[in-house]
């Protein structure tokens, strides 16, 4: 049964309080705190013991460290600081970070197939960390923010503040500096891990539809895919849950052999590139980290300068252009015109509800998908809309749902002042909280059965568990921390 019982929304204005059990919270609370705490390595934390074991991703931490701070602000603090300082000297910040130990095989991948040995940084304990050469969705400022409002005092905020927000500048006009290409305000990405979302898709069609190179012809081959195959770094896993080598093979191909031409092209991307998207997700996650990041630089009393501050209104015009009024959805946009892309099929589709910037006939219209079951309503959020041919409930990234993008999606509909949209948010955290009494903590779910899939005792999952424990209208969290002294 039911480790916390909860009651459906009634009015926004009074968020009921769920009868729950004190033992049972705190049974919940405290699993999803140790799977934290022992995936944390101290410098860095990782998504999970099983394949993700040696290496800290950018949106992984920053997902982590917003549940973290729920508990352990100074945890949550140098976490965040300290993969914060593995970025790039032009500003970028990396997908993938990688400390020290894991397996051969994730070794190689770090080293070969994303370029670690071309790109090392030190921490800020002096540790040597490889790195990747692309980014991923731009959550740090939103993280920052989560952290700096939970500090005490005004001095801790500003203190705090003013050591970030250089940095997350830094990273804001990278992002404008490299991947603005039209000068309408939107981001590229060059690769689909960069959207944190690997298997949509949208991304899948782009990345198959590249014409292979000869090269790439030999890296394609049969008996190429069976070595591939026997050494992935997550052979451990179930294939069935996972990547199908095919796709894999082609974005390992995608890094090994075309992204050397963008950082040889000073990290802008030549003409001839043969993956560029624009991403409605990855676009709306930037509006908002803009906002997040405006709010920091006033706390440390910093000014964002003009070509910054332009950039970030001109994103938040921008987004109309992800929007086709015919069919009152969001969708991405091939800048190479070969593949045409369904809109509102995808959660990266649904992502723009997190945008202050969006109308709100816009957020009407992406709230009416989320209570539709043939699209993305029942208990589960999909990351393919039902709807869709390409739905599968427990597939990677097609169709199965995904704790980041409920805390996305959730924190969307909550700062929107519409009482069906709070109570949508209400009935998410209410699911999540059902399903986590499995206390398996996983990567991803079955969006109809709610079933656990990937790999288990994952730090965005968890993290997602403790930050809703720490909700008002969902558990106090203050509750949870007397019971478990009592």
Request: aromatic residues 8%; negative net charge.
């Amino acid at each position: 049964m039911l480790m916390v019982m909860l009651q459906p929304l009634q009015q926004p204005e009074q968020s009921p309080q769920p009868e729950t059990d004190g033992r049972q919270v705190t049974q919940l609370f405290d699993g999803a705190v140790a799977v934290l705490e022992h995936n944390n390595r101290g410098p860095y934390i990782v998504p999970s013991d099983e394949y993700y074991g040696a290496c800290g991703w950018q949106w992984d931490t920053q997902f982590a460290v917003m549940g973290i701070a729920a508990y352990n602000l100074p945890q949550a603090r140098r976490l965040f600081e300290n993969f914060l300082s593995v970025q790039h000297s032009d500003g970028l910040v990396p997908h993938m970070a990688m400390w020290s130990g894991g397996s051969w095989e994730t070794k190689l991948a770090m080293y070969w197939n994303w370029h670690g040995l071309r790109f090392k940084q030190r921490d800020t304990y002096g540790n040597v960390v490889k790195t990747s050469p692309i980014t991923q969705p731009p959550m740090p400022a939103i993280a920052a923010g989560e952290i700096m409002d939970r500090l005490g005092s005004d001095a801790e905020r500003h203190d705090f503040a003013q050591k970030a927000v250089h940095r997350l500048m830094k990273y804001h006009n990278w992002l404008y500096e490299k991947r603005e290409i039209n000068g309408d305000g939107l981001v590229a990405v060059v690769h689909p891990h960069e959207t944190g979302r690997d298997d949509a898709p949208s991304h899948v069609d782009l990345l198959h539809a590249i014409p292979p190179t000869m090269l790439e012809r030999v890296w394609l081959s049969g008996l190429s895919k069976c070595i591939f195959q026997r050494n992935r770094t997550d052979k451990a896993a179930n294939p069935a849950e996972r990547s199908e080598t095919e796709t894999v093979m082609r974005a390992a191909a995608l890094a090994l052999f075309r992204l050397p031409a963008i950082y040889r092209n000073g990290g802008t991307i030549p003409a001839d590139y043969p993956y560029v998207h624009f991403d409605p997700g990855f676009n709306a996650i930037l509006d908002h980290a803009n906002e997040e990041l405006t709010r920091l630089a006033g706390v440390a009393g910093v000014k964002v300068g003009p070509p910054l501050h332009d950039a970030m209104q001109r994103t938040a015009e921008g987004l109309q252009k992800f929007w086709q009024p015919e069919s009152q959805a969001f969708r991405g946009i091939d800048a190479r015109g070969n593949v045409s892309f369904s809109p509102g099929q995808e959660i990266g589709d649904i992502l723009p509800i997190i945008s202050s910037h969006i109308t709100d006939a816009q957020r009407t219209a992406i709230l009416q998908k989320l209570l539709d079951p043939e699209q993305f309503g029942g208990d589960l959020v999909p990351s393919v809309s039902r709807s869709s041919e390409r739905y599968d409930a427990d597939q990677f990234w097609r169709g199965a749902q995904w704790p980041p993008m409920v805390t996305l999606v959730r924190g969307g509909l909550l700062r929107w002042k519409n009482e069906r949209a709070h109570q949508k948010a209400h009935e998410l955290a209410v699911a999540v909280l059902q399903a986590a009494h499995d206390n398996q903590h996983p990567e991803y779910r079955d969006s109809d059965t709610g079933e656990a899939k990937g790999a288990r005792n994952f730090s965005w999952a968890a993290a997602l568990v403790v930050g809703l424990l720490g909700e008002e209208s969902v558990v106090p969290l203050a509750d949870v921390l007397d019971s478990r002294a009592s």
